[in-house]
């Protein structure tokens, strides 16, 4: 199952199924829990709440202190909240991996090559560290390696890549 971003309403249709034996299946085998990090759809469908630069990584200081946990990016938030999740489904062994992280070029509000770079170097830079509640480093992988301009319907599903469709760099980014 897939789901692509926490929607209230999916959740609660999972609530009383079986979904325990997929966390439990998880955390007896030692397998992750996959899961799509994207603070730039949390911060486009919350400008008001949510500071560009606590999305792209770019935060002087600690923007959200939960309990002992301070949280300087949206991306730690987001990745610990998949955490707190499987602790309270007694699966806290449970490894996250984020199987799909970026931010567009081009296509949509704050979708910028320089916004893309930044956001993208930063995660690169920061997997390294973990987050607040799990300090050590992240397996992560950038969506998408090349932008695909026949993708859609949104335009700014396009430009998600680090490359053009011709092989040319979309952006500066250093691995």
């Known amino acids: 199952m897939r789901i692509y971003f926490p929607d209230a309403n999916a959740l609660q249709a999972l609530s009383g199924s079986n979904i325990g034996l997929i966390v439990d ?35 002087p200081g600690t923007v959200v202190q939960d309990g002992a ?37 081009a296509g949509g509000t704050a979708a910028t090559t320089d916004n893309a770079q930044t956001y993208n170097q930063n995660l690169i830079k920061h997997v390294g560290q973990g987050t607040p509640k799990r300090p050590s480093a992240i397996e992560a992988y950038v969506f998408a390696m090349f932008n695909e301009d026949k993708k859609g319907p949104a335009e ?20």
Do not use: C, R
């Not at 709440?49 to 792209?56: F, M, V």
């Not at 700014?156 to 691995?175: C, M, Q, R, V």
């Open 25 to 59: 299946y998880l955390a007896s085998t030692g397998a992750p829990l996959l899961a799509n990090v994207y603070p730039y759809f949390s911060y486009v469908d919350n400008q008001a709440q949510i500071d560009i630069n606590y999305a792209l990584f770019t935060s």
């Open 69 to 105: 946990n301070a949280y300087q990016n949206l991306f730690d938030a987001l990745v610990d909240t998949f955490y707190s999740a499987l602790e309270s489904a007694g699966a806290g062994s449970v490894n996250v991996v984020v199987s799909e992280s970026g931010w567009p070029s």
């Open 156 to 175: 700014i599903e396009k430009h998600f890549g680090l490359f053009n469709p011709d092989k040319s760099p979309a952006y500066p980014i250093s691995f």
